[in-house]
């Protein structure tokens, strides 16, 4: 069977239709035909080849969601018709000391879904079912499409770090991977504080549901919020004044960054040293920890932002993307 997908040639360049074969149905595979596929800031990193690791053609997605239409022999999660997601990663050891209590997203030989393979900008994906998540029943697939990697991107460190009802977190960035954020720690009960650049975000901040606002550029030492917060996720782009954040956190407070967005970061050793304070970071999920994100969303009523736009305008909404002018995730449907 031919998948007709759409790939980028080249660093930077625009996607052209690519037809390639379909790979067979190993028997602890499922095929899924995609429906959707969320557009990911990393997609749009690999096409560009800033990690160095693309390979031409490159078809990107990672925020697959469809239909089962076939199971491998020994495959047993799944049926024809049930709708699935796939994130990040399709495949892993199985063995090590990571995957063998449930952290395959942190195994050394973990398979990518569009970066060793091709990708999800297309109408079909063979993986292996245990990277696959079912989706739930009356959660739509445009919402469910981002939760597989933006979701759990924002979730999983929400979960391994410790996050209690009684925390005082803060989100920096307003955007793709914030505004699930600032739901998710809602939903879990603390006290949340948006904190953007742009002053004209303390209106939308409080409808995602966080209940204090800082503009950094009306208080960019957060001179106000000392020994404040015992919890500060940054999903910035930009390099932030680490040492203002670190004065920001509590005693025993972490700084957690998520994505690749920040290069380099200089960590102050007094507030560490006598605070007890921490830096640390996250990226991704398990299978497990994907699952967790989606019923999490569910029951909880969290909406994540969506455009949707046709496979067949991706480069237009890659664009939009580049632009920053989605609100908040580009998910592209067939
Ligand atoms: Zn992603
Ligand atoms: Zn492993």
């Not at 469910?144 to 209690?164: D, E, F, S």
């Not at 503009?215 to 106000?224: A, N, Q, R, V």
Request: charged content about 20%; overall charge neutral; some cysteine.
């Amino acid at each position: 069977m031919k998948v007709h997908a759409y790939a980028a040639n080249e660093a930077k360049g625009q996607l052209s239709k690519l037809e390639y074969d379909l790979k067979d149905v190993g028997s602890n595979d499922i095929e899924i035909k995609i429906s959707h596929c969320g557009i990911c800031h990393s997609d749009i990193h690999l096409v560009d080849n800033a990690l160095g690791i693309t390979k031409y053609p490159f078809v990107p997605g990672h925020e697959i969601v469809g239909t089962v239409t076939k199971v491998g022999a020994s495959a047993k999660r799944f049926k024809v018709g049930d709708r699935v997601g796939v994130g990040w990663q399709s495949g892993s050891c199985g063995v090590c000391e990571f995957c063998s209590v449930g952290d395959e997203n942190l195994c050394a030989k973990m398979e990518s879904t569009c970066v060793t393979q091709y990708g999800g900008y297309g109408d079909s994906f063979v993986v292996n079912e245990h990277f696959a998540i079912a989706i739930p029943e009356g959660m739509s697939s445009e919402q469910a499409a981002p939760l597989m990697c933006g979701g759990v991107t924002v979730y999983q460190p929400l979960r391994y770090y410790g996050i209690k009802p009684n925390m005082r977190t803060a989100v920096v960035g307003i955007g793709g991977l914030g505004h699930i954020a600032i739901q998710f720690l809602a939903a879990m009960g603390c006290e949340v504080t948006a904190i953007s650049s742009s002053d004209n975000k303390a209106k939308e901040a409080a409808a995602l549901g966080a209940s204090h606002f800082i503009s950094l550029s009306k208080e960019p030492k957060l001179d106000k919020h000392t020994n404040y917060f015992d919890f500060i996720m940054s999903t910035a782009s930009v390099d932030l004044d680490w040492n203002a954040f670190f004065q920001a956190l509590k005693p025993k407070g972490q700084l957690c960054l998520i994505g690749l967005n920040s290069k380099e970061i200089t960590v102050p050793a007094a507030p560490l040293v006598f605070g007890q304070r921490t830096v640390c970071g996250s990226w991704i999920g398990s299978p497990s920890m994907i699952r967790e994100t989606v019923e999490f969303a569910h029951r909880n009523k969290i909406n994540v932002m969506t455009e949707q736009m046709k496979m067949d305008t991706v480069n237009a909404a890659i664009k939009k993307v580049r632009a920053n002018e989605v609100r908040y995730r580009a998910v592209l449907t067939n």
